[in-house]
């Protein structure tokens, strides 16, 4: 059972940044996926970004935060991030740390799931 705890998250300005990370309680490469997903309030859960386990350049991005959010991992500290920049009012969300086998951004590709860090973003 891979235990995955995020980090980072926070209020800030439009316009602004935030930095989260999730880190796992135990190794996750080679055998997992890594993604983000957010939640926002009366909404469905939403992948954010993904990374190949075995290619770190092996991304995929939501149309949502593609060049604005930067999806990266470090095998050493089993510990994955989500740097966003340029965040909007509409990025304000929970945001969950998932590892998974398969590749793809919907939930059922992932098995393990963070407890979530909120991010909210003011206009």
């Known amino acids: 059972q891979v235990q995955l705890v995020e980090s980072g998250g926070g209020s800030v300005q439009a316009g602004g940044s935030l930095n989260l990370s999730c880190t796992a309680s135990e190794y996750t490469y080679p055998r997992y996926h890594m993604a983000w997903f957010r939640q926002a309030p009366g909404k469905e859960r939403e992948g954010v970004a993904l990374i190949h386990t075995r290619a770190d350049m092996t991304t995929r991005y939501a149309d949502s935060v593609k060049g604005r959010f930067t999806i990266s991992k470090d095998n050493a500290k089993n510990t994955v991030y989500l740097q966003m920049n340029s965040l909007k009012f509409e990025d304000t969300a929970m945001y969950y740390c998932?590892?998974?086998?398969?590749?793809?951004?919907?939930?059922?590709?992932?098995?393990?799931w963070g407890q979530g860090t909120q991010v909210t973003v003011s206009s």
């Open positions: 998932a590892a998974g086998r398969s590749w793809g951004l919907s939930e059922a590709d992932f098995v393990y």
